[in-house]
């Protein structure tokens, strides 16, 4: 909600996403500049890639990114081109490196220990069952004591 | 001076809500019951104070008076009248009243329609909920008063955000709060249920209705949100994982969690502990989301006040709370005992591992909005978590239970044969199967996820049909179909929420994998081909709007020679405000909208942005369809709040005659 807000804010002079300048001509690495895009951050922005901001630097970002896929550049290496100017602040999907690896395994860690613990809470409540009738040996005496009265 | 009353009202609010935040709780320890009783009353004065002071802000929105600072700094004469309302609650300290009206609101509710609850949970329910009321009426009054007046008043307000002048903002925000605060109720009975040391199955059903408000409400509001970015957004973009959206989806993943097992509460007498846990996560989570919308620690781009100050006082707040009922949950949850047990292949696995997954995934969206304030706290990294990152990790916990949950929602309670479920449904998972490679081989050399997911969606959508059908039992066609016009609305609520989930991650897989995108310098009267549609610029001109001056294309959209659509982009700038937008032009279909962007002039042309955007309006047509189903279940009336109370009251009745 409150997003378009600063959207707005913070443009200086409203550009566009990808105008049609950008654009190469060769369908190929176009899809190729606009996925790499997609996944670096626009730096002035809030939580935007470049792909999708209107912002000038943005824009520098995505010429930056053509020039180096028409020069010839492998998709890994124009991000690496773009991450040893920018830092890794720039990119929206964080790499595996260090303490990274932390926020990569929180949820398959939490996952499968969520998982065995599950199955320990059934397996331990299922086995309580002994006798035929459903009821444990506590709960058998405490009908027998409710008979009584 | 209506405004003063209003100050006044909301400061005696504050008043009550603190007398209802103790009194009923000593009278519940010591079974004093004019103690207890007194909870009712309050709450309902706490409501009507509320409710009072609101009217005042809102009067003052309405009559422009600028001699409130909030109204100068949100609102201006020439907007519309409906902005002019919808600009009460579009700012900080507004939108934080709303908050305690629609909390007060849900405390009153509790009274008036909490008959059948026993006396003490009665009272010590709406104690507790009493005092978050307590916390959050401080927050206003000392650190975000809406009444404030300026010295020297102005001619004229700042005007409200251009953006936010929307028919959108009237409604998501309202929606989203009573979703937030609709789970303070669940967090409410969760305390006042440890401090009773007793958790049974009527707790589940008086906790389930609230909780499947909340959810249905967050459901509504988080898909008014969605589709909202999507139009006015200007490039049809409908979720992007950001901080404050992600504050609105962790409460909904966690709610989601605590409706289903809330089931086995009631209907099993265990997992009573885990209940509880949930109920207190849930509200912790929305707690989580107003200080991510309003301290401004994480980079967002909503924002709302950015201030340290604030942040702090709900951080104080959450502490509090969460660190309250973590310690009473500690010291409690041991009382809790469970009565029914269930093998491992039974419903209540099932529902089981809906909650893991809901949990774990909650969990993944919440490390991933953290992160990048943990690392640049602890290791000293800037780094950012963005999408790709959230579709990588969150996404395989859909398909996960996406897979399991038609096959779960069929199981049996207690003990079940898994052959038996998958007799019934594995001409679905032939389906499904089938859809995923049809969309395959239609789209050839797309990747694969698209259409894993849309089988996925067709096994949800008939599982929960196949669901409905078995229920009916055996015998001739028309006899089931009868029973099935029966069957309790609990039960088609369950099928159709089940579906509505299904259609909204067919609308997500068919947008994100089958969009066409066209980004040209077009002019005027320039005819060109996208997908299977003629695009022609036939005009742009300039227009005057009430508050904004408009520059507005005109493209016409045929197809094979006959005519789609005539649609007007337009780009506005409103002067008061000095904001320019893009005001997106959308022809809604069933399968496919069609959406068009103006932009700048350049070189004798303008550069048009056409989109096709296959099954889009099936994201917020599902997000509906599950909020529906969630209405048909609270509508059921075995768990409507007040049907006990009518019972046992007419129950009592019958000895006096």
Same mark, same amino acid.
């Given at each position: 909600?409150?997003?378009?807000?600063?959207?707005?804010?913070?443009?200086?002079?409203?550009?566009?996403?990808?105008?049609?300048?950008?654009?190469?001509?060769?369908?190929?690495?176009?899809?190729?500049?606009?996925?790499?895009?997609?996944?670096?951050?626009?730096?002035?922005?809030?939580?935007?890639?470049?792909?999708?901001?209107?912002?000038?630097?943005?824009?520098?970002?995505?010429?930056?990114?053509?020039?180096?896929?028409?020069?010839?550049?492998?998709?890994?290496?124009?991000?690496?081109?773009?991450?040893?100017?920018?830092?890794?602040?720039?990119?929206?999907?964080?790499?595996?490196?260090?303490?990274?690896?932390?926020?990569?395994?929180?949820?398959?860690?939490?996952?499968?220990?969520?998982?065995?613990?599950?199955?320990?809470?059934?397996?331990?409540?299922?086995?309580?069952?002994?006798?035929?009738?459903?009821?444990?040996?506590?709960?058998?005496?405490?009908?027998?004591?409710?008979?009584?009265? | 001076?209506?405004?003063?009353?209003?100050?006044?009202?909301?400061?005696?609010?504050?008043?009550?809500?603190?007398?209802?935040?103790?009194?009923?709780?000593?009278?519940?320890?010591?079974?004093?019951?004019?103690?207890?009783?007194?909870?009712?009353?309050?709450?309902?004065?706490?409501?009507?104070?509320?409710?009072?002071?609101?009217?005042?802000?809102?009067?003052?929105?309405?009559?422009?008076?600028?001699?409130?600072?909030?109204?100068?700094?949100?609102?201006?004469?020439?907007?519309?009248?409906?902005?002019?309302?919808?600009?009460?609650?579009?700012?900080?300290?507004?939108?934080?009243?709303?908050?305690?009206?629609?909390?007060?609101?849900?405390?009153?509710?509790?009274?008036?329609?909490?008959?059948?609850?026993?006396?003490?949970?009665?009272?010590?329910?709406?104690?507790?909920?009493?005092?978050?009321?307590?916390?959050?009426?401080?927050?206003?009054?000392?650190?975000?008063?809406?009444?404030?007046?300026?010295?020297?008043?102005?001619?004229?307000?700042?005007?409200?955000?251009?953006?936010?002048?929307?028919?959108?903002?009237?409604?998501?925000?309202?929606?989203?709060?009573?979703?937030?605060?609709?789970?303070?109720?669940?967090?409410?009975?969760?305390?006042?249920?440890?401090?009773?040391?007793?958790?049974?199955?009527?707790?589940?059903?008086?906790?389930?209705?609230?909780?499947?408000?909340?959810?249905?409400?967050?459901?509504?509001?988080?898909?008014?949100?969605?589709?909202?970015?999507?139009?006015?957004?200007?490039?049809?973009?409908?979720?992007?994982?950001?901080?404050?959206?992600?504050?609105?989806?962790?409460?909904?993943?966690?709610?989601?969690?605590?409706?289903?097992?809330?089931?086995?509460?009631?209907?099993?007498?265990?997992?009573?502990?885990?209940?509880?846990?949930?109920?207190?996560?849930?509200?912790?989570?929305?707690?989580?989301?107003?200080?991510?919308?309003?301290?401004?620690?994480?980079?967002?781009?909503?924002?709302?006040?950015?201030?340290?100050?604030?942040?702090?006082?709900?951080?104080?707040?959450?502490?509090?709370?969460?660190?309250?009922?973590?310690?009473?949950?500690?010291?409690?949850?041991?009382?809790?005992?469970?009565?029914?047990?269930?093998?491992?292949?039974?419903?209540?696995?099932?529902?089981?591992?809906?909650?893991?997954?809901?949990?774990?995934?909650?969990?993944?969206?919440?490390?991933?909005?953290?992160?990048?304030?943990?690392?640049?706290?602890?290791?000293?990294?800037?780094?950012?978590?963005?999408?790709?990152?959230?579709?990588?990790?969150?996404?395989?916990?859909?398909?996960?239970?996406?897979?399991?949950?038609?096959?779960?929602?069929?199981?049996?309670?207690?003990?079940?044969?898994?052959? *038996?479920? &998958? %007799?019934?449904?594995?001409?679905?998972?032939?389906? !499904? $199967? #089938?859809? +995923?490679? @049809?969309?395959?081989? =239609? /789209?050839?050399?797309?990747?694969?996820?698209?259409?894993?997911?849309?089988?996925?969606?067709?096994?949800?959508?008939?599982?929960?049909?196949?669901?409905?059908?078995?229920?009916?039992?055996?015998?001739?066609?028309?006899?089931?179909?009868? *029973?099935? &016009? %029966?069957?309790?609305?609990?039960?088609?609520?369950? !099928? $159709? #929420?089940? +579906?509505? @989930?299904?259609?909204? =991650? /067919?609308?997500?897989?068919?947008?994100?994998?089958?969009?066409?995108?066209?980004?040209?310098?077009?002019?005027?009267?320039?005819?060109?081909?996208?997908?299977?549609?003629?695009?022609?610029?036939?005009?742009?001109?300039?227009?005057?709007?009430?508050?904004?001056?408009?520059?507005?294309?005109?493209?016409?959209?045929?197809?094979?020679?006959?005519?789609?659509?005539?649609?007007?982009?337009?780009?506005?700038?409103?002067?008061?405000?000095?904001?320019?937008?893009?005001?997106?032009?959308?022809?809604?279909?069933?399968?496919?909208?069609?959406?068009?962007?103006?932009?700048?002039?350049?070189?004798?042309?303008?550069?048009?942005?056409?989109?096709?955007?296959?099954?889009?309006?099936?994201?917020?047509?599902?997000?509906?369809?599950?909020?529906?189903?969630?209405?048909?279940?609270?509508?059921?009336?075995?768990?409507?709040?007040?049907?006990?109370?009518?019972?046992?009251?007419?129950?009592?009745?019958?000895?006096?005659?």
């Amino acid at each position: 909600m409150k997003r378009l807000l600063l959207i707005v804010l913070l443009l200086a002079s409203p550009v566009w996403a990808v105008e049609p300048d950008e654009v190469l001509d060769d369908p190929v690495l176009e899809e190729r500049a606009r996925d790499i895009s997609a996944g670096l951050r626009c730096l002035v922005c809030r939580n935007e890639s470049i792909d999708e901001s209107h912002a000038e630097l943005a824009r520098d970002l995505r010429l930056l990114v053509r020039e180096r896929l028409v020069a010839g550049d492998e998709d890994t290496e124009v991000v690496s081109y773009i991450v040893e100017r920018y830092g890794e602040y720039v990119l929206l999907r964080p790499n595996l490196e260090g303490a990274n690896l932390l926020l990569w395994l929180a949820g398959p860690a939490m996952a499968l220990f969520g998982l065995l613990m599950a199955i320990l809470f059934i397996r331990g409540q299922s086995s309580q069952r002994r006798t035929p009738d459903g009821l444990s040996e506590a709960e058998k005496e405490r009908v027998a004591e409710l008979m009584k009265d | 001076m209506i405004v003063e009353l209003g100050h006044f009202a909301l400061i005696l609010a504050f008043a009550v809500s603190i007398f209802q935040m103790v009194v009923p709780m000593v009278g519940a320890s010591k079974g004093w019951g004019d103690w207890m009783a007194a909870a009712g009353p309050a709450a309902s004065a706490q409501f009507l104070l509320t409710a009072a002071s609101f009217g005042a802000l809102t009067f003052a929105f309405v009559t422009s008076d600028f001699s409130v600072a909030l109204v100068t700094a949100n609102s201006h004469t020439l907007k519309p009248m409906l902005y002019k309302i919808s600009g009460v609650w579009g700012n900080h300290e507004g939108s934080l009243l709303l908050w305690v009206l629609i909390l007060t609101l849900f405390g009153a509710m509790a009274a008036w329609f909490g008959g059948n609850l026993p006396e003490t949970l009665k009272a010590r329910v709406l104690a507790v909920q009493s005092s978050i009321g307590a916390a959050f009426f401080a927050f206003i009054l000392f650190t975000s008063n809406p009444f404030l007046r300026l010295e020297s008043p102005p001619f004229d307000g700042g005007d409200l955000n251009p953006l936010l002048q929307d028919p959108g903002l009237a409604f998501h925000p309202p929606f989203l709060y009573l979703g937030y605060v609709g789970l303070s109720m669940a967090f409410s009975f969760a305390v006042a249920a440890l401090i009773e040391g007793r958790v049974d199955a009527a707790w589940g059903r008086w906790v389930r209705p609230w909780t499947l408000a909340a959810w249905l409400f967050l459901t509504i509001g988080i898909g008014l949100g969605s589709w909202w970015a999507y139009y006015e957004l200007g490039w049809g973009g409908f979720w992007f994982w950001d901080p404050v959206e992600n504050a609105s989806f962790m409460p909904w993943l966690i709610s989601a969690a605590l409706l289903h097992s809330a089931i086995v509460v009631e209907k099993r007498e265990t997992l009573k502990s885990w209940t509880i846990l949930l109920a207190i996560l849930a509200f912790g989570f929305s707690l989580i989301g107003a200080f991510i919308v309003r301290s401004g620690v994480l980079t967002s781009v909503h924002a709302f006040a950015n201030d340290p100050e604030r942040g702090i006082f709900i951080l104080a707040i959450l502490g509090v709370f969460m660190g309250g009922a973590f310690l009473l949950f500690a010291l409690r949850a041991g009382a809790m005992q469970s009565k029914g047990v269930f093998g491992l292949v039974s419903r209540e696995s099932a529902l089981v591992l809906n909650n893991l997954l809901l949990a774990v995934s909650a969990l993944v969206v919440f490390v991933g909005t953290v992160w990048p304030l943990f690392a640049e706290m602890f290791f000293d990294r800037t780094l950012s978590v963005g999408p790709p990152f959230f579709n990588a990790a969150f996404g395989p916990f859909v398909l996960a239970l996406a897979v399991v949950l038609p096959l779960g929602s069929m199981l049996p309670w207690k003990r079940a044969k898994i052959g *038996r479920v &998958t %007799r019934q449904i594995w001409p679905l998972a032939v389906l !499904a $199967v #089938a859809a +995923a490679l @049809l969309a395959y081989a =239609i /789209f050839s050399g797309e990747s694969a996820i698209g259409p894993i997911f849309i089988g996925l969606a067709v096994w949800l959508v008939a599982g929960a049909g196949v669901d409905l059908w078995t229920r009916t039992g055996r015998g001739a066609f028309s006899g089931r179909l009868s *029973r099935l &016009t %029966r069957l309790p609305r609990a039960d088609w609520g369950k !099928a $159709v #929420a089940h +579906a509505g @989930l299904g259609l909204t =991650i /067919f609308g997500i897989a068919a947008l994100s994998t089958y969009e066409q995108e066209d980004i040209r310098l077009v002019r005027l009267g320039e005819t060109y081909d996208i997908g299977a549609y003629s695009v022609t610029l036939t005009g742009v001109r300039d227009v005057q709007g009430p508050n904004y001056v408009s520059m507005m294309g005109t493209v016409e959209i045929t197809r094979d020679g006959r005519d789609v659509a005539v649609l007007n982009p337009e780009r506005r700038f409103y002067p008061v405000a000095r904001m320019p937008t893009t005001e997106a032009a959308i022809d809604n279909g069933f399968t496919r909208d069609l959406y068009v962007v103006l932009g700048e002039p350049s070189q004798g042309g303008f550069a048009l942005r056409v989109y096709i955007k296959p099954w889009a309006n099936w994201i917020w047509g599902g997000s509906i369809i599950m909020a529906l189903g969630g209405a048909l279940s609270l509508s059921d009336r075995r768990y409507r709040v007040a049907a006990g109370a009518a019972k046992s009251r007419g129950a009592k009745g019958v000895p006096a005659e």
